[in-house]
């Protein structure tokens, strides 16, 4: 995204939305700010197609399987600011898991990733079929 905002326009932008530039932002070469600044916005305190609680959720799950304290911290809080209940926030917690757990065991098996393409497909054909009969 080509910009003519100068750094200091992007400082200022940064400080008034969180009353400071945080250590990340501030640690982007200047010239490249700008369009991360933006990307970075749009993505934690603006409008996207994904709502704000929905998004940081879905980065708390992300979080918890990269193992990053940071990400977690910040995702966790962001979450509940955007109004994520505790209930959610442990269903999430349970989720997550789940994504490491059996990413793991189909790993060790070492199982083909077009048969399990080919399960997940007859899953999907037969649950859309229980569906249909409700």
């Given at each position: 995204m ?5 750094p ?11 009353g400071?530039v ?9 010239d490249?700010?700008a ?5 970075f916005?749009?993505?934690?305190v603006?409008?996207s197609?994904?709502p ?11 979080a918890a399987n990269?193992?990053?304290?940071y ?7 962001a979450?509940a600011m955007h109004?994520?209940?505790?209930e959610?926030?442990?269903?999430v917690v349970a989720?997550?898991?789940?994504t490491s757990?059996y990413?793991?065991?189909i790993?060790?098996l070492e199982y083909?990733?077009d048969?399990?393409k080919?399960?997940?497909a007859?899953m999907?054909?037969?649950l859309?079929?229980q569906?249909?009969?409700?």
């Open positions: 080509a910009t003519q905002e100068s200091t326009d992007v400082e200022r932008e940064i400080t008034e939305t969180f400071m945080p250590t990340p932002l501030d640690s982007i070469p200047e490249d700010m369009g991360e600044w933006h990307f916005q749009k993505y934690t603006g409008e197609e994904i704000p609680k929905y998004r940081e959720l879905m980065g708390l799950a992300v990269i193992k990053c304290p990400c977690i911290h910040f995702h966790r809080k979450a109004g994520a209940t505790d959610e926030l442990e269903e989720l997550s898991s789940l757990r990413s793991a065991m790993h060790a083909d990733l048969e399990f080919d399960e997940v007859e999907a054909d037969h859309e079929a569906a249909d009969d409700d």
